[in-house]
Structures are given as C-alpha cells and as structure tokens.
C-alpha cells in the first residue's frame, strides 16, 4: 500500500552538482568534497560513500568550493535527512541555518 508523503519544503529545489565541502562541527569526523544533486535556498542534497553523518548533526558547508577560491562562502547547517542508497551510498539532505551570504540562491 502506497501512503503519500507530505511536502515539507519550503523552497523549490534547484537540480544543481556544484562541490561543497562538509566540514563536521565535530572534529572527530572527517571533512569531505562532494557534488551537490540538488539546492535550494535553504539546503542541499548530496550523496556521499561516507557512514560518519547522523540527523542532527551541525555541518560548515562552503558551497561552490574551489581550493583556489579566496571568496569561501561558508553556511551552517544541519543533517535533517539521510535514505541509504544502491551501492553501499548515503544520500544526505542538509537544511542551512545560518546564511554568511542571504544573497545566495536567492536569485537576486
């Protein structure tokens, strides 16, 4: 029996693949570079081989990253959503709580 899911988005997602790095406030966890499948105002959905990220977990994000990149733009945000994958993978929806730049993804 199919049972409907309730939208909770707030904001339309973007289909976007751009790197961001996820940086674990807790130093206990590695950081990694990864390719966005999807943003939006405020989050990201990524997909990741890494088992280290629970809900509720604080992240820094800095979206588009670029090692080069002297105009890191960092985010805080949270784990709000993880759904195991084919392939031993984790896909992982980031809700950002704290914007450094309101411009971004805001289409202004």
């Given amino acids: 029996m199919l049972t ?3 939208e909770c ?3 339309p ?6 790197p961001v790095r996820i940086h674990p406030c807790d130093s ?5 570079i990864c390719s ?11 997909v990741t081989t890494a088992e280290h990220y629970f809900v509720g977990m604080n992240v820094i994000l800095t979206l588009n990253f670029g ?4 105009m890191h733009r960092e985010q805080i945000g949270d784990v709000v959503r993880m ?14 709580l704290l914007h450094n730049n309101p411009g971004i993804y805001s289409g202004t």
């Fill in 4 to 6: 409907a899911v309730k």
């Fill in 9 to 11: 988005r707030l904001t």
């Fill in 13 to 18: 997602r973007e289909t976007l693949s751009e």
């Fill in 28 to 32: 206990q966890y590695p950081e990694e």
């Fill in 36 to 46: 966005t499948l999807n943003v939006s105002r405020n989050g990201l959905y990524f």
């Fill in 67 to 70: 090692p080069d990149d002297p």
């Fill in 83 to 96: 759904e195991r994958l084919d392939g031993n993978k984790w896909g992982i929806a980031i809700r950002i």
